[in-house]
T-cell receptor, first 114, second 113 residues
Framework: GQQVMQIPQYQHVQEGEDFTTYCNSSTTLSNIQWYKQRPGGHPVFLIQ?????EVKKQKRLTFQFGEAKKNSSLHITATQTTDVGTYFCAGSPSSGAGSYQLTFGKGTKLSVIP | SQTIHQWPATLVQPVGSPLSLECTVE??????LYWYRQAAGRGLQLLFYSVGIGQISSEVPQNLSASRPQDRQFILSSKKLLLSDSGFYLCAWSVRGGLQRDFFGQGTRLTVV
């Protein structure tokens, strides 16, 4: 079945440093989504990328979808303590059974040292 | 606007006891519904999904079951809980058709003792 791998598992950064998490799928995706889960909370949708090579920005967050639609990245510029949490990527296959199911990566847990 | 309600927020249950977690969605019709489990720390594991009333698909064999008695109601059950059932259970919904985007409930933190 489809697998979505995400690295790193953990990342500790000093406040103000940049942060990047990477997501790789074993199969071509119809779209990639990113979620953020604050400690003790539930995942909250951040963004969805659909097109090959697509890049989207949300303030200090930059999301990229690879040309082959099998990988993605989330980059945070100048991290702040409010960025703390676990970031998940999730994707569904481009066709076939399960195309309406999301497969989540294991997430990257970001800690920001003030 | 659409909202999703999940309860209870926390639950402590003894081994061998039954379980019933309920999730309801408001403000939308014919949603796809999902139950996920998140083990201590991390990743989201899809347990069940439903594309309609009475239609349940299981992703992981286990002693849990799910039911969808009404269009916007999704229930996760167990007849006898195991210690390994402890975790954070999340209900989610998405719009039927088109690209799936999950909207999550607040979650239930289950501790089996």
């Amino acid at each position: 079945g489809q697998q979505v791998m995400q690295i790193p598992q953990y990342q500790h950064v000093q406040e103000g440093e940049d942060f990047t998490t990477y997501c790789n799928s074993s199969t071509t995706l119809s779209n990639i989504q990113w979620y953020k889960q604050r400690p003790g909370g539930h995942p909250v949708f951040l963004i969805q990328l659909v097109k090959s090579g697509e890049v989207k920005k949300q303030k200090r967050l930059t999301f990229q979808f690879g040309e082959a639609k099998k990988n993605s990245s989330l980059h945070i510029t100048a991290t702040q303590t409010t960025d703390v949490g676990t970031y998940f990527c999730a994707g569904s296959p481009s066709s076939g059974a399960g195309s309406y199911q999301l497969t989540f990566g294991k997430g990257t847990k970001l800690s920001v040292i003030p | 606007s659409q909202t999703i309600h999940q309860w209870p927020a926390t639950l402590v249950q003894p081994v061998g006891s039954p379980l019933s977690l309920e999730c309801t969605v408001e403000g939308t019709s014919n949603p796809n519904l999902y139950w996920y489990r998140q083990a201590a720390g991390r990743g989201l594991q899809l347990l069940f999904y439903s594309v309609g009333i009475g239609q349940i698909s299981s992703e992981v064999p286990q002693n849990l079951s799910a039911s969808r008695p009404q269009d916007r109601q999704f229930i996760l059950s167990s007849k006898k809980l195991l210690l390994s059932d402890s975790g954070f259970y999340l209900c989610a919904w998405s719009v039927r058709g088109g690209l799936q985007r999950d909207f999550f409930g607040q979650g239930t933190r289950l501790t089996v003792v």
